[in-house]
């Protein structure tokens, strides 16, 4: 027996044998004789994720409405009787903007039980639109102030402030989601977060029409892939009813947009005459770019409104699709559009938020 760390020196013959074996092994992995079966390669697969089903709570257009005043018609925005994992706020949360009020409704916002709480500015939250709040005569300070209360005194809350962009999130469950968000809104009056009707902030420009001015950046400009377009105001003609002769308030870049990537999910307020949900598919070739940039060309079919139930909606806190349009969600290969504003046509809080249900 060898004394244990001490080399042992080996006999020519074993050399010869063991070179012999190396020699048989090489050539049999390069070139296997007739009779010998090639080594297998090992191969490592990846399993797909599975997908998730997310319970999302839509809301928008608030206007800071508490279900503890004492008007009968604020009694919409209330907890869900239901469990949610992410609560979407679509903007005008308040209704100037003060720093009283948008922290009395992001203390709201966070009371209702559940994982994720994103929300987005609108147009009444004046005092977040630096440019129109001091083109109004507004100070600094105070801009500053409601920019840390939706960021940092909102986080602390467990609410996420979305500035305008593209953002990735995923939950506890593994569930993964990208969303796109936008305050921004076309002309109307003077508010924030307004930009002319002819401007193009949300596609490239090679999507652009000719008549429009494309005015996109990175972060405005809505990117394929993605899975929620969460915007203050509609695409056109997709629940964006004004009442003002079918005047509709949505912006056709916006829904050119929504062609283009056809998401998920497309969730917004703003016009309060809109509320409701619907659902559309796309026909094929359609929103690749061509054509014009008109409604007529871009392919979307739109498909009947859901019927929403208001008494019962409030009682559950929510209003929800029909059975067999659930389903035809789960099947995929269609978008739906939500008009969450809780504030209806004349300045009531009579509409209850939407729960919708994504596999992510």
């Given amino acids: 027996m060898s004394n244990p760390g001490t080399l042992q020196e080996s006999s020519p013959s074993m050399d010869a044998k063991a070179q012999a074996s190396k020699k048989r092994s090489r050539s049999r992995s390069e070139s296997p004789t007739q009779g010998e079966r090639p080594l297998k390669k090992t191969t490592t697969t990846t399993k797909p994720r599975e997908k998730q089903p997310v319970k999302f709570l839509i809301i928008s257009d608030t206007h800071d409405n508490d279900d503890n005043d004492d008007d009968d018609d604020k009694s919409s925005f209330n907890p869900p009787t239901t469990p949610v994992d992410v609560v979407l706020h679509c903007g005008d949360l308040t209704e100037n903007g003060s720093l009283a009020s948008l922290g009395k409704a992001i203390t709201k916002l966070a009371s209702i039980p559940a994982e994720l709480h994103l929300m987005i500015a609108g147009n009444h939250e004046t005092t977040l639109d630096e440019r129109y709040y001091l083109s109004e005569g507004g100070s600094p300070a105070t801009h500053a102030a409601a920019l840390q209360l939706v960021t940092s005194t909102a986080a602390q809350q467990g609410v996420t402030y979305l500035p305008e962009g593209t953002h990735t999130f995923t939950l506890q469950s593994g569930a993964t989601f990208t969303i796109y968000a936008s305050p921004w809104t076309p002309q109307y009056g003077q508010s924030a977060f307004q930009y002319p009707s002819a401007h193009d902030r949300f596609n490239p420009s090679t999507t652009t029409p000719a008549w429009a001015t494309n005015v996109a950046t990175p972060s405005s400009t809505v990117l394929e892939g993605v899975d929620i377009v969460m915007t203050h105001g509609p695409p056109k003609y997709l629940l ?111 509409n209850a938020p939407w729960m919708v249900e994504l596999e992510l």
């Fill in 240 to 350: 964006d009813d004004t009442g003002a002769m079918g005047a509709g308030g949505g912006c056709e870049h916006l829904r050119r947009a929504v062609c283009r990537v056809r998401p998920r999910l497309c969730c917004f307020g703003h016009v309060h005459g809109g509320y409701g949900a619907q659902r559309v598919y796309f026909e094929d070739g359609a929103g690749d770019g061509g054509g014009d940039g008109g409604d007529d060309d871009d392919g979307m079919v739109c498909l009947p409104r859901e019927f929403v139930g208001k008494n019962q909606a409030r009682r559950k806190g929510y209003a929800e699709l029909s059975p067999g349009s659930r389903e035809a969600m789960r099947e995929g290969g269609q978008t739906l559009m939500v008009n969450a504003a809780v504030m209806d046509g004349e300045g009531r809080a009579t």
